[in-house]
């Protein structure tokens, strides 16, 4: 079949909204957008463990320390199951680990930002959880069969994430002034650098178009975006928080909350390696790569070694 004739094959496939799976064929720029997509994505995940991992053991109960243990083992779990999807594109996981060890590979901005005191854990719950949720709903549908299946079973760890984090920051405001206080000022410090987690504007959008023609994306970073504020304003409001946006307005007509512009230029440091954390947290994972050389090195020595026996016996039926 020539180039021409698979590509218009791919084409209907899409389409008629039937999923591409790892043995299709699929041009090789499709392949190559959503290696990029999903392996920033399993980073993410992986990378976003830490904010939150670092209050495990500061957790002010024994009910919220597990809770927030369980939190950061699942997201542990969403990078596996999004590296195993990425693979089966045909870069091993090595490879897409290598490339965000060394700095090469993008994750989510918002990771970049540190987490100064117990309230901002309920706001990454809340917000960074409820972002990802409005996300990967979308992405649930995409047209790439392992990362939409991938997506369906992350959407419901995530909503537990997002009601929990919402709870945390429902208590904080049922409590004295000092709590209430701590949670406004953390619903300030992360308010927007979570609205930069769904990219730029979409006519600054590069990869937004080779997305959209083949249904990885359905939505816009825009449009996600104000569905995002949409909801979570209600939920901010209803609970006594501000959202620290002097230009938040309600349009009657829209039925959009309007919000004022994002700091693109903080947007571009960040994802450029310069946020408040970006070192630190690649000198974390990279210890943390280092420090688990021996499990690697054991389990490979433990999967060569059944593999000899099952060889043994393999031949010994003979
Ligand atoms: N951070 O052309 P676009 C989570 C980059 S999971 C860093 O619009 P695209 C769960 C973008 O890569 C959160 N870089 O790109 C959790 C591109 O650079 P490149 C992660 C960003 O792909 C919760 C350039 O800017 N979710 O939170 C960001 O069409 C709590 C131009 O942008 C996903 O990854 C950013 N925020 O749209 C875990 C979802 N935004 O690659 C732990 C999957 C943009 O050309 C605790 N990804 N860039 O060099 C997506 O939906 C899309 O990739 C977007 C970006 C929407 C992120």
Redesign the pocket.
Known sequence: MDELTRNSEFDTRIAEGIKIEPKDWMPEKYRKQLT??MS??AH??VV??LP?GNWITRAPNLRRKMALLAKVQD?AG?GLYIYSAAETLGTSRQELVDQLLTGKA??????NYPTLTWADIGI??WL??G??IV??TM?AKCSYGPYSRAMLRICAE?NF?KKQGYEIICTLMKGTKEQQKMAQDALNRFWWATL?????HDSN????AD?FKWKV?KKS?DE?RQHFVNITVAQAHTIGLEIPDPDLKYNSETRNWEFGEINWDE?YA??KGHGPCNKERLQARNDAHDNGAWVREASIAYAKKKQGKNLERFLNVG
């Open positions: 990029r997509m920033q994505h993410s995940e976003g463990m939150e997201e969403h993008k994750y989510s901005s918002i990771f990454v719950g960074v959880d972002a990802a996300n990967q992405l995530e994430h930069m987690m769904f990219g730029p959008s590069p990869n937004s997305l994306k970073n996600l947007f960040v994802i």
